[in-house]
C-alpha cells in the first residue's frame, strides 16, 4: 500500500476516536491486519474499503487519493511480513526460545511465534495467516468463531458424585475413603470456571492438593511425606497471578 493512503487511515481513525483494536472489531478482522495496512504493509480489499469509507463518511476517492504513480506490481513478499518490534524482519532464517517465547523464520518467509498473548503463523507459499490469541481466531484477516464442546460443560457433575457415593456405601460399603469424592465437587466446577473465563486463579487448587493428599494417605499411607504437597499452593498461585 502506498505509504501516504497508510498515513490518511492512521489520521482518518484517530480522528473518529477508535483504536486499532476497536476499528478491527467493527470490521470482524484482527487487530494485526489494521496494524498492517497502517504500516503500508498490506492493502485492504474491495470490501474492507467500502465499508472504511463508510465508517469514516469519505468517498473512495478521497480515501485513496495519492499524488505518487500506482506501482505495476505489488510484492506478494511484503504482504506477508510479520512484523517484530526488533530485527529478525532482516534475519533470512532463525529459531528464537526465550521467556518471550518461541518464533521461527524459515528461508521461504514462512513464520511461527507463539507468546503469552497467542500463536501467530504464516505461510508465505500458500499466503495463508493465522492469528489466534486469548479470545479470537482469525485466518486471513478474518475473524472466525470458536466451536467448542460444550456437552461436558452440562454434564449434572454433583448428582453424578452422589449418585456413585450412594452406589458404593450401598454396594461395597465403601462409605469411607467414598466420601473423598464430594471435594471433586468444587473441584469439578472450579476448573470449568477457569476455562471458561481464562484466569486460572478461579480453580480451586487448595482443594485439589487436598484430595490428592488424602487420597495418598489414606490409600498409599503417605502422610508423609505427602504434606509437602501443600508447598505447591503458593508456587501455583504466584505463577498464574503473574
Known sequence: MNIEIADRLVKLRKRNHL?????????????????????????????????????YKVSLDELLRTDEEIPQEESQETENTYSQPDDRDNIEEYVDVGF????????????????????????????????????????????????????????????????????????????HPAWLLFLLIPIWYSFISAVKKKNANLFAYPVFVTFVYLCAGFFFNLWHPGWILYLTIPVYYSYVSR
Open 19 to 55: 483504536s486499532q483494536e476497536a476499528l478491527a472489531e467493527k470490521l470482524g478482522i484482527s487487530r494485526q491486519a489494521v496494524s498492517k495496512w497502517e504500516r503500508a504493509e498490506a492493502s485492504p480489499d474491495t470490501d474492507n474499503l467500502i465499508m472504511l469509507a463508510r465508517l
Open 100 to 175: 518471550e517465547g518461541i518464533h521461527v523464520k524459515d528461508r521461504d518467509g514462512s513464520q511461527v511465534h507463539i507468546g503469552l498473548d497467542g500463536i501467530h503463523v504464516e505461510d508465505s507459499q500458500k499466503g495463508e495467516e493465522v492469528q489466534i490469541d486469548r479470545k479470537e481466531v482469525y485466518i486471513n484477516g478474518e475473524k472466525k468463531e470458536f466451536r467448542t464442546f460444550s456437552p461436558i460443560w452440562d454434564i449434572p457433575f454433583t448428582a453424578l458424585i452422589c449418585g456413585l457415593y450412594l452406589v458404593l456405601g450401598f454396594l461395597f460399603s465403601a462409605w
